[in-house]
Each structure stands twice: as C-alpha cells, then as structure tokens.
C-alpha cells in the first residue's frame, strides 16, 4: 500500500517538474533562512511576527503589555484633538486595567489605574507650551579669557 502511494506521490511531482510548477519559485537559489544556527524552540513565532510586521509586544504577559501601554500614554495621547478623547482613551485604558486586576493571570506585576486628570493636566501643558524655535545664527567666534583658579578668587575675597 506504501509504495503504491510513494509512486502516486512521484508521479505528480514528476508531471508538475515537467509542467515547470517549480520555475522561479521565491527564495530559489538562496540559502535556507536560519541554518547553521543554534537550535530555537521558538523560532516559528519569530519568523511569523517578522513576516507579518507585528511588534514583539504581544509576546509579553498581559500585566506587562499594559504597564508598556501605561508608559506610553503620553505619546498617543499627544496628537489628540480634544480633552474628551484624551479623557476617552485613558478610560479605555483603565477599562483594560481593571479587567486584569479582577482577574489577574500571568506573573504578579503591580498595575494601576492611570490618573486621567494628570494626563489630561499634562496634555494641557503640551498643547500650551510655545513651540521653542532656533534662529539661524552664525556662530560666534570667543576670545578665550585668562582662567584664574577658584582658590585666588576665594583668597582675595578673605
């Protein structure tokens, strides 16, 4: 039964070599991605999050993925039009937070809801603060003056 099935299994090889199913097929002729490397239990994973471009977040525990979200706030709430959507997305946030503190999985890393009044304060301050321009100025050339040690200063002071 085996070898009826190998040479089934032949023959549509051999019909599909001769149709050119196997021409120009993509990686032909380069070297097999990972060899001669150290075995890695994992590297499925890391090739599917590299294939896909997904950031390697989503491999940490859910307490971890929200205290780098907690850290991040900042940032993505920068470009927010309005207090309401800032407000929004920190409770959103918090929504997640107390989700996992009514059950919590994975390793015991303390997470707290974020303060949406200091995030909302600091978004203020942000929006307020004057955009801080350089003008072009040619750079001045100093004439170096003599350096005196601290200690003739201090003795001519006594």
Same mark, same amino acid.
């Given at each position: 039964?085996?070898?009826?099935?190998?040479?089934?299994?032949?023959?549509?090889?051999?019909?599909?070599?001769?149709?050119?199913?196997?021409?120009?097929?993509?990686?032909?002729?380069?070297?097999?991605?990972?060899?001669?490397?150290?075995?890695?239990?994992?590297?499925?994973?890391?090739?599917?999050?590299?294939?896909?471009?997904?950031?390697?977040?989503?491999?940490?525990?859910?307490?971890?993925?929200?205290?780098?979200?907690?850290?991040?706030?900042?940032?993505?709430?920068?470009?927010?039009?309005?207090?309401?959507?800032?407000?929004?997305?920190?409770?959103?946030?918090?929504?997640?937070?107390? $989700?996992?503190?009514?059950? &919590? #999985?994975?390793?015991?890393?303390? *997470?707290? !809801? +974020?303060? =949406?009044? %200091?995030?909302?304060? /600091?978004?203020? $301050?942000?929006?307020?603060? &004057? #955009?801080?321009?350089?003008?072009? *100025?040619? !750079? +001045?050339? =100093?004439? %170096?003056?003599?350096? /005196?040690?601290?200690?003739?200063?201090?003795?001519?002071?006594?």
């Amino acid at each position: 039964m085996t070898e009826a099935w190998d040479a089934a299994v032949e023959a549509q090889i051999r019909g599909a070599v001769q149709r050119g199913e196997f021409d120009d097929l993509p990686g032909m002729g380069k070297p097999i991605p990972g060899k001669g490397a150290p075995y890695d239990e994992s590297w499925w994973i890391k090739s599917f999050l590299e294939r896909e471009a997904l950031p390697s977040d989503l491999l940490l525990p859910t307490p971890l993925q929200l205290r780098r979200r907690i850290d991040q706030v900042p940032d993505e709430v920068r470009d927010l039009p309005t207090e309401q959507s800032v407000r929004d997305f920190v409770g959103q946030l918090n929504a997640q937070i107390v $989700a996992w503190l009514r059950n &919590p #999985e994975g390793p015991r890393v303390v *997470v707290r !809801p +974020v303060n =949406a009044e %200091a995030v909302v304060h /600091r978004w203020r $301050a942000e929006r307020t603060r &004057p #955009e801080i321009i350089t003008p072009a *100025v040619e !750079p +001045v050339t =100093a004439v %170096a003056s003599p350096r /005196r040690s601290w200690w003739l200063r201090w003795r001519r002071r006594g």
